[in-house]
């Protein structure tokens, strides 16, 4: 049963690494705590052990005494007669110790790692509040009519197990993002060099499933006229119209070797400037 429990509480604590979905329902202290407690109890169990005090001895054995001699004689070395002690049961106490508090360490080192990483969960809910606004606004935009944008923090429509940083209902009012979705568009006009593309990615799945409430089914020509549409999305997150134009630039540039699995969401021949799919939104620029 010992061995059932620490399998059951070990692998909690190991399930919630390797799930998102569980990172997004269960706070970290918790699988924390579950891998504290089985460690713990591996300390107690083992410091509670006690070694057999096994006393060897070096001297000669009986049968190589009656086989060699020396059998009926007294006189031996004392020295060899001797028994060795058996290894102190100290040493093993502080050796269990210094393997817990190093297990332990490193366990509170990535706590405090998880902790430390910046998520949608750990913005504060006046940041959060204020984002959503403005993504319901530019989703509504594109639509043409009333929208609604979902975190889905639970992962029920979108995530790591359906494969998809946006899922939208075509035609209708609600769309479903991702929470590291999200979290890109609200820190968006905190750009930097390592954020630009996930940042551009992150306009881009919006206008995407935007135009999907719009009616649009074609993933290829959403997948297009969101391009285009990011730039006024990306202008409405902060970013100046420069700015913004690159990264929908970079993300019509990459979009062929991006969906090269998946080339139902590659861009069609007419998406240019002057094309079939042109939305003609600034006379001067595609997007």
Same mark, same amino acid.
């Given at each position: 049963?010992?061995?059932?429990?620490?399998?059951?509480?070990?692998?909690?604590?190991?399930?919630?690494?390797?799930?998102?979905?569980?990172?997004?329902?269960?706070?970290?202290?918790?699988?924390?705590?579950?891998?504290?407690?089985?460690?713990?109890?591996?300390?107690?169990?083992?410091?509670?052990?006690?070694?057999?005090?096994?006393?060897?001895?070096?001297?000669?054995?009986?049968?190589?005494?009656?086989?060699?001699?020396?059998?009926?004689?007294?006189?031996?070395?004392?020295?060899?007669?001797?028994?060795?002690?058996?290894?102190?049961?100290?040493?093993?106490?502080?050796?269990?110790?210094?393997?817990?508090?190093?297990?332990?360490?490193?366990?509170?080192?990535?706590?405090?790692?998880?902790?430390?990483?910046?998520?949608?969960?750990?913005?504060?809910?006046?940041?959060?509040?204020?984002?959503?606004?403005?993504?319901?606004?530019?989703?509504?935009?594109? @639509?043409?009519? $009333? /929208?609604? +944008?979902?975190?889905?923090?639970?992962? #029920?429509?979108?995530?790591?197990?359906?494969?998809? &940083? =946006?899922?939208?209902?075509?035609?209708?009012?609600?769309?479903?993002?991702?929470?590291?979705?999200?979290?890109?568009?609200?820190?968006?006009?905190?750009?930097?060099?390592?954020?630009?593309?996930?940042?551009?990615?992150?306009?881009?799945?919006?206008?995407?499933?935007?135009?999907?409430?719009?009616?649009?089914?074609?993933?290829?020509?959403?997948?297009?006229?969101?391009?285009?549409?990011?730039?006024?999305?990306?202008?409405?997150?902060?970013?100046?119209?420069?700015?913004?134009?690159?990264?929908?630039?970079?993300?019509?540039?990459?979009?062929?070797?991006?969906? @090269?699995?998946? $080339? /139902?969401? +590659?861009?069609?021949?007419?998406?240019? #400037?002057?094309?079939?799919?042109?939305?003609?939104? &600034? =006379?001067?620029?595609?997007?």
């Amino acid at each position: 049963m010992i061995w059932l429990w620490r399998l059951l509480i070990g692998g909690f604590a190991l399930a919630y690494l390797l799930s998102a979905t569980l990172q997004s329902w269960v706070p970290p202290l918790l699988p924390f705590l579950a891998a504290l407690t089985v460690e713990a109890q591996f300390f107690v169990s083992g410091a509670r052990r006690r070694a057999p005090r096994v006393a060897r001895d070096r001297g000669p054995q009986a049968r190589d005494l009656a086989d060699f001699g020396w059998a009926d004689e007294e006189e031996f070395d004392p020295e060899l007669d001797e028994p060795v002690p058996a290894p102190r049961r100290e040493w093993h106490a502080r050796r269990r110790l210094v393997q817990g508090l190093v297990v332990l360490v490193v366990l509170s080192g990535l706590f405090l790692l998880d902790r430390s990483r910046p998520t949608w969960h750990k913005l504060p809910a006046h940041e959060r509040a204020a984002t959503l606004a403005i993504l319901d606004r530019q989703a509504a935009r594109i @639509a043409g009519h $009333p /929208a609604q +944008v979902i975190c889905d923090s639970a992962g #029920r429509k979108v995530g790591y197990v359906q494969d998809a &940083d =946006g899922l939208a209902e075509v035609g209708g009012r609600r769309m479903w993002v991702t929470p590291a979705v999200c979290y890109r568009l609200a820190k968006a006009r905190r750009l930097t060099g390592s954020t630009e593309t996930a940042t551009g990615r992150a306009i881009a799945v919006l206008a995407h499933e935007a135009w999907h409430l719009h009616g649009e089914t074609s993933e290829a020509i959403a997948n297009c006229y969101a391009y285009q549409s990011g730039v006024q999305v990306g202008r409405a997150l902060g970013l100046s119209a420069t700015t913004s134009r690159r990264l929908m630039h970079e993300q019509l540039a990459d979009n062929p070797g991006d969906f @090269a699995d998946t $080339p /139902a969401y +590659v861009v069609p021949a007419g998406c240019h #400037r002057g094309g079939s799919l042109d939305l003609r939104l &600034d =006379g001067a620029h595609f997007p």
